[in-house]
């Protein structure tokens, strides 16, 4: 029986503001309006570079909405996506609309700018700028990931640091041999090589040329083989080839690390989000995150023993994970570990023990979103790095008396804050271009003096395009912190008073994290090799200049690199703004570039003040977001299943459950850009007009609860008996939900329902019969739980399961129905694509009439429906005023329905299932029917009953019925309740539906019953 499941959202309701402009319009809320504009200038400039890289013109103009944090973007319900339910006709019809966040770097804030106005381009240029031309595109034209957001990745960034270490990775454990297996994460990066890779081979053109084949040809593997004149296999093997080529100089250049690896077995292949060492440098702390959910763990590294002393958040499937929290910070006097979390929108500190014992818990309320932070050298003090109106400030915290004061204001990241050793500094990370008022696209380091406000420039290569990051004070004016300046993320060492760097390290990987002992020579580097996180400890020598590295080798990538630096093009200078402070910079001397003294931010003000009066040309309008509505999704294809709801009337012959037949059925849904309103609507047309479904329904996600609106008409008109029959239902029901967090949500609702049955006319008795009608009010609730991802056609992992009840009061002769039910799915991959599906279902119904449940068969049996092949009449049917409802139990295959009938039902069922073709052969297979081949093997357990137990006597089917020429006899015996079935599936892609055939041998009281075969239309469980 189907369940409606689905995420949630947990946002609260909020006022979203419009800045439009030629054709952009930026959608922010609160105090978003300075990243609004910064993210309207940015877009603003990217378009016609990407247009004129695709060779393609933006027509419809472009949305984005602007999230001033994760959390923000986390609770909106953009950020909700659900595992698709149905497996072919299905066109995604999204306008121009993509969103961002802010997580802190304005760096990475303009990479998400450039991806979403790539993402648009893309979306239009191969999809088309209209509707008509979107559904005929996309019912013919299916993009891999590795195409679609490995080139949204691509001309967003070209390249970098990160991404050449990780593939150097990727092939190292020849990842790239299980092409269709690989995670999301892996064949995005596989697919921004593969961009990358095209047009270093083939010219700048490359990439648009093939664009371009793919909207007209409406086929991926055809326009590879049009424009390099090989098939998908044959280009991957020339990627490979290239890239392994490419990195052999690279990997005999450098080496791994001299100290003792430190990694713990079962950590290693968690994610590792955070990384510090204690004060003594005998214990490690670390977070690993695993799709959402966080531990917090204490490394011995003498005993190299490990114990969890927190952990919280839960697993998303489904979601973007934010990796920023929880912060961990040791403190310097008593060496226990702070950790920072950001619950309910407030920003919270915990102290725990080395032990794990929780201390204390503190809620700072004047501390924002956070993203780094450190203790003074007397723990009196600690520095943040926190989000507020749209930029990245340096907050310092007084611990004793709980104030707190700005040490920043300006539009510059100040991001990796520590204290000096003598405590009189920040040292922290920005972005800012040598104290000019000038952003660069990399980080430097620098330090500003607490009391005085002075900002000194330390460390930085901006020009080179290299980074400079995670900065820590070794010892008075020695700067520890980390560089890509050769192409590796390596550690260094940076004396201020003789300007001089020593390089520390060669690896052959980037260092991830890096930390140093406050009271020990001891060192630690957190690393990524092998599809392993490694730690790597070490002693610092007194005499590191004589063990630096000299003349150190340079990565391919970062040769490349040299070779392209353009500093026109590498710095972005900020335009001033007569309504934002945040987008004015302090004026400073062009010729100093080492130092810049504040007095306090009224210089600030008035400097603002001055800049109002420069009126700024073509301002854009700001106003209120208005909701604009537009298509999300349009569905079209043949099906048979039963929509809406699953409950048919008890006083209408059983064969209603075969109809309709196989009829075209039209579904589209209409949302707002935000997705607060979603208005979903369909209709099935009858083949024969004996059957036709019409269902609204209305979504209101606005606030911290959701309200949801529905209403369907279902008509039948059965005529298997000698009296021709009508059925109408009709249903309106309103709901309120209450989202717990994403996965969870639990549901109220009222509804009325009205049945009609009536007798078609044949003659002038039936003419004169009155209308069967029933009219139902009712209640209900549901608790709901889904954490399941898709991972392909019918491949699902996670848990999700549903407890509900259904009260229907009959509105006539007071009867009372109540329906009460649990549904749970567990999905799991067992390798590669290979995975186990289980499900157990079960329901009672009580009341004055009650429901009657037929067990057996499958749904959307694709059978003739004037036939007796699908029910069995050996069991008597349930019918009478003892029952108001009727509905079939399934799939228990290998049996008719009714094969066990009942007001209660429980059934237990289990897949196995194996796409054939994708799992032998690695690589992209062009054909969607072969793609698309599933075999599963199946066990299906199941029984309904009535009275206490399935073990009563009074149970339907110990009751069998024997007709004879003569004669019709009932006999009652016991029998066994259980029903069991074996049995192997097949499953594929045909004409754009998934078709499913089954066979299997039913156990029936230790007998093997013929076996049956079905076949069926749509997804499995």
């Not at 690989?182 to 961009?195: K, N, R, T």
């Not at 850009?673 to 209305?698: E, L």
């Not at 008795?765 to 609730?781: C, E, R």
Request: proline share 3%; with cysteine.
């Amino acid at each position: 029986m189907y369940q409606d499941y689905g995420q949630n959202s947990t946002q609260k309701k909020k006022v979203s503001y419009s800045l439009i402009q030629d054709q952009i319009e930026i959608i922010y809320f609160s105090d978003g309006e300075n990243l609004a504009r910064l993210a309207l200038d940015r877009v603003q400039s990217y378009i016609p570079d990407f247009e004129s890289r695709l060779n393609y013109n933006l027509s419809n103009g472009i949305r984005i909405i602007v999230f001033s944090n994760y959390d923000e973007y986390k609770k909106s319900n953009i950020n909700i996506t659900n595992p698709q339910y149905y497996a072919g006709g299905y066109s995604s019809l999204n306008e121009n609309v993509a969103c961002i966040y802010f997580d802190g770097s304005r760096i990475n804030f303009d990479k998400q700018i450039k991806k979403a106005v790539a993402e648009v381009l893309i979306n239009e240029f191969i999809f088309g700028g209209n509707i008509r031309e979107r559904i005929q595109t996309a019912a013919l034209l299916t993009l891999p990931a590795w195409y679609y957001k490995g080139l949204v990745a691509y001309l967003a960034e070209s390249w970098n640091i990160e991404n050449d270490n990780f593939l150097k990775d990727f092939f190292q454990n020849k990842k790239q041999k299980y092409f269709t297996s690989l995670q999301e994460e892996d064949e995005i990066l596989a697919g921004h090589s593969i961009w990358r890779y095209l047009e270093e081979k083939n010219g700048r053109g490359a990439v648009s040329n093939i664009v371009f084949l793919t909207r007209v040809g409406r086929s991926v593997e055809n326009a590879f083989i049009y424009y390099t004149g090989l098939n998908i296999n044959s280009l991957l093997n020339d990627w490979q080839d290239f890239y392994i080529e490419k990195y052999k100089s690279d990997e005999l250049a450098f080496k791994f690390p001299k100290g003792q690896e430190n990694a713990p077995e079962k950590l290693a292949k968690k994610k590792h989000t955070q990384f510090k060492l204690s004060n003594d440098g005998n214990k490690i702390a670390i977070v690993t995150n695993t799709l959402g959910r966080y531990q917090i763990v204490i490394y011995d590294i003498n005993t190299k023993s490990s114990k969890v002393i927190s952990s919280g958040g839960h697993q998303l499937l489904n979601r973007d994970i934010d990796l920023n929290y929880p912060l961990i910070a040791f403190n310097p006097l008593d060496n226990n570990l702070s950790v920072v979390l950001y619950i309910n929108e407030q920003t919270i500190l915990k102290r725990f023990n080395l032990n794990g014992k929780l201390l204390s818990t503190e809620i700072l309320k004047e501390v924002p979103f956070v993203k780094g932070f450190s203790y003074s050298p007397d723990a009196s003090k600690i520095i943040f790095s926190v989000i507020r109106k749209g930029q990245t400030d340096l907050l310092l915290y007084n611990v004793k008396d709980k104030t707190s004061s700005y040490l920043s204001d300006d539009v510059f990241d100040h991001l990796s804050p520590k204290f000096s050793k003598d405590g009189q500094y920040i040292i922290y990370v920005s972005n800012q271009y040598k104290l000019q008022n000038l952003e660069s696209d990399y980080l430097a380091i620098y330090r500003i003096h607490i009391e005085k406000k002075q900002i000194d420039f330390l460390i930085g290569r901006q020009d080179e395009k290299s980074n400079s990051t995670e900065p820590i004070e070794l010892s008075e004016n020695v700067i520890s912190y980390l560089s890509d300046r050769n192409g590796i993320i390596n550690n260094y060492f940076y004396e201020i008073k003789t300007l001089k760097n020593f390089q520390l390290t060669n690896y052959k990987r980037c260092i991830i994290r890096n930390d140093l002992a406050a009271n020990a020579p001891v060192i630690a580097d957190l690393l990524y090799f092998n599809n392993r996180y490694r730690i790597y400890v070490g002693m610092i020598a007194e005499d590191y200049q004589s063990e630096s590295i000299i003349n150190g080798a340079n990565t391919s990538y970062r040769k490349w690199l040299d070779n392209d630096i353009d500093s026109s093009i590498l710095l972005l200078e900020f335009k001033k703004s007569d309504t934002l402070k945040s987008n004015t910079a302090i004026q400073l001397d062009s010729q100093s570039h080492k130092k810049i003294f504040i007095s306090g931010f009224e210089e600030y003000e008035d400097l603002e003040s001055s800049l109002k009066n420069e009126k700024r040309r073509n301002d854009p309008y700001i106003s209120i977001a208005k909701t604009h509505f537009g298509i999300e999704y349009f569905l079209q294809q043949f099906d048979k299943s039963i929509l809406s709801n699953y409950l048919f009337p008890s006083n209408v012959n059983e064969k209603i459950f075969n109809y309709p037949l196989l009829s075209p059925h039209f579904q589209t849904s209409i949302s707002d850009v935000q997705k607060n309103h979603v208005i979903t609507a369909g209709v099935r047309i009858p083949v024969r007009i004996k059957a036709s479904d019409y269902y609204i329904h209305y979504a209101n996600r606005t606030g911290r609860w959701d309200k949801d609106l529905s209403a369907f008409r279902r008509g039948r008109i059965l005529d298997a008996s000698f009296t021709p029959t009508k059925m109408i239902n009709s249903q309106v029901k309103f709901a309120m939900s209450y989202p717990f967090n994403e996965r969870s949500r639990i549901s109220f609702n009222v509804f009325v329902r009205d049945d009609r049955v009536t007798n078609q006319g044949v003659d002038s008795a039936y003419l004169k019969q009155a209308t069967k009608q029933d009219l139902y009010f009712g209640n209900g609730f549901e608790y709901v739980f889904d954490n399941v991802r898709s991972n392909g056609l019918n491949l699902f992992e996670g848990l999700r399961f549903k407890i509900y009840s259904d009260n229907y009061n009959k509105y006539k002769n007071y009867q009372f129905i109540s329906n009460n039910g649990f549904d749970l799915r567990w999905y799991k991959k067992l390798h590669r694509q290979i995975y186990f599906a289980a499900r157990l279902s079960a329901a009672a119904s009580f009341g004055t009439q009650t429901t009657a449940y037929y067990l057996g068969g499958v749904e959307n049996w694709l059978v003739n429906v004037d036939s007796n092949t699908n029910f069995n009449y050996n069991i008597p049917t349930l019918n009478g005023d003892a029952y108001a409802f009727q509905t079939i139990i399934s799939p228990a295959r290998g049996f008719l329905r009714n094969s066990r009938a009942g007001n209660k039902y429980a059934l237990m069922n289990f897949e196995l299932r194996v796409p054939l073709f994708a799992y032998l052969i690695q690589k992209p297979i062009s054909s969607e029917f072969f793609r698309s081949v599933m075999l599963i093997g199946f066990v299906d357990i199941g029984t309904a009953w009535k009275g206490k137990s399935p073990y009563s006597i009074e149970n339907p089917f110990n009751t069998k019925i024997v007709q004879a020429p003569l004669y019709t006899m009932s006999v009652v015996t016991q029998r066994d309740p259980f029903l069991y079935a074996f049995g192997i599936g097949v499953r594929a892609k045909i004409l754009g539906h998934y078709i499913k055939l089954d066979h299997g041998w039913g156990l029936l009281e230790n007998k093997f019953q013929k076996a049956l075969t079905t076949v069926s239309i749509g997804l499995d469980f």
